[in-house]
């Protein structure tokens, strides 16, 4: 079992700055891979960035040059995400995955004013 906490959404204006964070219950070296994910409302979750256990990310085009996947230390995960724009508007997940099993943290709003 893998507990997530996420922290850091917020409201920023367009072109501003964020850095959201997850923290896992376990060393993230022993989780698979880390990603964020969001969500609109309606929508299914769709991938943002992921990073895995050897330090590979990808990233997904809508943010690429904008966003970047990181980890912070043996336990934390970030998603530093710069130029944000009004369509990054959304409901960000943490997720971690180990082996066959995914788990997810309870989300953070982000919400960028035009």
């Known amino acids: 079992q893998v507990q997530l906490v996420e922290s850091g959404g917020g409201l920023v204006q367009a072109g501003g700055s964020l850095r959201l964070t997850c923290a896992a219950s376990?060393?993230?070296?022993?989780?698979?891979?880390m990603g964020w994910y969001r969500q609109y409302p309606g929508k299914q979750r769709e991938l943002v960035a992921a990073i895995s256990s050897g330090g590979s990310t990808v990233v997904a085009d809508s943010v690429k040059g904008r966003f970047t996947i990181s980890r912070d230390n043996a336990k934390t995960v970030s998603l530093q995400m710069d130029s944000l724009k009004p369509e990054d508007t959304a409901v960000y997940y943490c997720?971690?995955?180990?082996?066959?099993?995914?788990?997810w943290g309870q989300g953070t709003q982000v919400t960028v004013s035009s």
């Open positions: 376990i060393t993230i070296f022993r989780i698979d891979s």
């Open positions: 997720c971690a995955r180990r082996s066959v099993d995914s788990y």
